[in-house]
């Protein structure tokens, strides 16, 4: 009875020993993690404006830009929002504040803005398509040639046009960190038809 014993306590030990094994046999036969879907919901951005030039003070206009929507997630991008305010007594026309471009134009290269009424703009509803990946095509950048509208304004008024912040597929990194300058040439159109301008711009601030 006692050799019985023994040998069933050996078989018991021996099928737990094997059940281990077999778990971690299980285990290292796993797939690696797809990091893919993590980097994507991870994926944070925040714009601010970190300067603005100012208008001189000959010119009859007050240009003025705020962030509307400062968070770049999987699911949406930045958009920025620029206020022209006629300061004179008369009629004018006005460029907008910023129609597009990159900020590779004026500085560091990695983002485009686009005003939404710019025909080449992505959808208000745009969001990145780089995450997760190096996501760059590399290719030059194919902007549409139209003339830049001006819009008429009346003494004291104001109207507005809203941006949005794009990753630029001509460089390294998506939607890289970092100080973007933007700038372009500001034209105003009097009554009498008189074109004065100035160049004028600003910088943002792109944090994780």
């Known amino acids: 009875m006692r050799r019985r014993s023994v040998i069933g306590g050996a078989v018991l030990a021996f099928t737990s020993i094997s059940g281990c094994l077999g778990k971690v046999s299980t285990n290292l036969g796993s797939k690696p993690k797809d ?13 601010s404006i970190e300067q ?11 240009l003025k830009i705020e962030v509307v929507q400062s968070k770049i997630t999987e699911n949406q991008t930045a958009h ?3 206020t022209v305010t006629n300061t004179s007594n008369t009629a004018r026309k006005f460029d907008l504040p910023y129609y597009k471009g990159a900020s590779a134009d004026a500085g560091e290269p990695g983002i485009l803005l686009y005003a939404l009424s710019a025909p ?6 745009y ?6 990946t190096d996501g760059k095509s590399q ?13 008429s304004i009346e003494p004291k008024k104001s109207t507005k046009e809203e941006l949005i912040v794009v990753d630029d597929p001509t460089t390294s990194g998506c939607i890289p960190t970092g100080e973007y300058r933007f700038e372009s040439s500001y034209n105003i159109n009097s ?10 711009g600003f910088t943002l601030q792109i944090d994780e």
């Open 35 to 47: 990091d893919t879907m993590t980097n994507k919901i991870n994926f944070n951005r925040s714009v």
């Open 52 to 62: 603005v030039d100012s208008v001189p003070s000959r010119y009859p206009v007050d």
């Open 80 to 82: 920025l929002m620029t």
């Open 120 to 125: 080449d703009s992505p959808s208000a509803q």
């Open 127 to 132: 969001a990145p398509d780089c995450i997760g």
């Open 139 to 151: 290719n030059n950048l194919k902007w549409s040639n139209e003339a830049i509208r001006m819009i």
């Open 191 to 200: 009554s009498d038809s008189n074109e004065i301008g100035f160049k004028w």
